[in-house]
């Protein structure tokens, strides 16, 4: 069965921290994604990651990809409040173009 | 990218009734994807959408409840048929334009339903 589980699926974080997520999967794409989601609002993606030892940043986001381990972690340094949103990650079926989502992490960043 | 619009964005409904939701694209593209997301849950896939074929509908889903069209490469409809308080939720159409080697999907902005 093609799983993807991220952890932790809520966190509350103080403004100026570090922390990380983590999205392990069971397929064999190898072909990672990351979206956010505001509170309201539709999934916009982050990054898209294609290859073992990837790795994507984007302000105080980064995204790094291991295969082997078939874990993808995005790592958040010294957060601010505009971070607050939910997560998810997601890998490709390679069968039939579909994404495969994990259960999504909601972040809130505290002043 | 794509730039993806659906109508309506929300709507209230009677059970029993039907609402149909349009998605439109600003470009054309071979695949488009409806899912539905219950408040503080993921993403449940209901059917992927090929121009010029029927809907492929994931299980737990079948094509009397939710009848989707595809007529062009820009355009798709989701009909939530015979609606209930349990569909209540926000329904997101989402395409993936394959060009670029991998699967990423764009996401419209979605329609939240409301059933009373």
């Known amino acids: 069965e093609l799983k993807v589980e991220q952890n932790p699926l809520f966190l509350s974080m103080q403004e100026g921290k570090n922390y990380t997520i983590y999205c392990n999967y069971s397929?064999?794409?190898?072909?990672l994604y990351w979206y956010r989601q505001d509170p309201g609002k539709s999934l916009e993606s982050l990054f898209v990651l294609l290859s073992n030892g990837a790795v994507k940043q984007e302000g105080r986001l980064m995204a790094s990809l291991d295969t082997k381990a078939r874990l993808s972690t995005l790592h958040i340094t010294a957060a601010v409040h505009d971070l607050s949103a939910t997560y998810f990650c997601?890998?490709?079926?390679?069968?039939?173009?579909?994404?495969?989502w994990g259960a999504g992490t909601k972040l809130i960043i505290k002043p | 990218s794509a730039v993806i619009s659906q109508k309506p964005s929300r709507d209230i409904c009677q059970r029993g009734t039907s609402l149909t939701i349009q998605c439109q694209v600003d470009?054309?593209?071979?695949?488009m994807f409806w899912y539905r997301q219950q408040p503080g849950q993921s993403l449940t896939l209901i059917a992927t959408a090929n121009q010029g074929s029927e809907a492929t509908y994931e299980s737990g889903f079948v094509i009397d409840k939710f009848p989707i069209s595809r007529p062009n490469l820009t355009f798709s409809t989701l009909t939530v048929s015979n609606m209930s308080p349990e569909d209540s939720s926000i329904y997101l159409c989402?395409?993936?334009?394959?060009?670029?080697?991998?699967?990423?999907?764009?996401f419209g902005p979605g329609t939240r339903l409301t059933v009373t």
């Open positions: 997601a890998v490709d079926n390679d069968s039939n173009y579909q994404l495969i």
């Open positions: 989402s395409v993936s334009t394959l060009g670029t080697g991998t699967y990423e999907q764009y």
């Open positions: 397929t064999t794409s190898d072909r």
């Open positions: 470009s054309q593209v071979t695949m």
